[in-house]
């Protein structure tokens, strides 16, 4: 079976957000199911402002997994799906987003030296779906 990296980086306003992160490394190898056949890497980049008040921040993250191999055929679609579901939200602008596929062992990220926080790899997978 198929071997990615489950992990995933979020940066707010350039700084990472460890509470959210999940180091790739050893502890984020994952072997893929029949269904998540292809690895992939799924980028985004937003700003956010507050309606009310002078709040702002850019966010960005890369989040890694195991997909199915079909999802290569819908990755502009998805991009498409999420920036919609994002910009409908109040304050979200600037969405861009782009999903990368690749099918050898671990393509889909380098391991990243710092590995503290790999407690939050199972949440990958759901921020893959959404």
């Known amino acids: 079976a198929l071997q990615c ?5 979020y940066k707010i306003n350039g700084e990472k957000d460890k509470s959210l992160s999940v180091a790739c490394g050893d ?3 994952r072997q893929c199911t029949e269904d998540g056949n292809t690895c992939a ?4 980049k937003s700003s956010y402002k507050m309606t009310r008040g002078t709040v702002s ?3 960005e993250g890369n ?6 191999k079909e999802a290569e055929k819908v990755g502009d679609t998805a991009c498409k799906f999420v920036k919609e579901a994002i910009e409908n939200k109040p304050g979200f602008k600037d969405f861009k987003c782009s999903i990368k596929f690749c ?6 990220a380098r391991p990243t030296r710092d590995e503290t926080n790999t ?3 199972a949440q990958v997978s759901c921020a893959m779906l959404a």
Request: hydrophobic share 35%; with cysteine.
């Open 5 to 9: 990296y489950q992990c995933m980086e």
């Open 27 to 29: 502890a984020s190898k």
């Open 41 to 44: 890497t799924f980028n985004f």
């Open 57 to 59: 921040a850019k966010m």
């Open 63 to 68: 989040v890694h997994g195991c997909l199915a």
């Open 103 to 108: 099918d050898t062992d671990l393509c889909n």
């Open 119 to 121: 407690g939050n790899a």
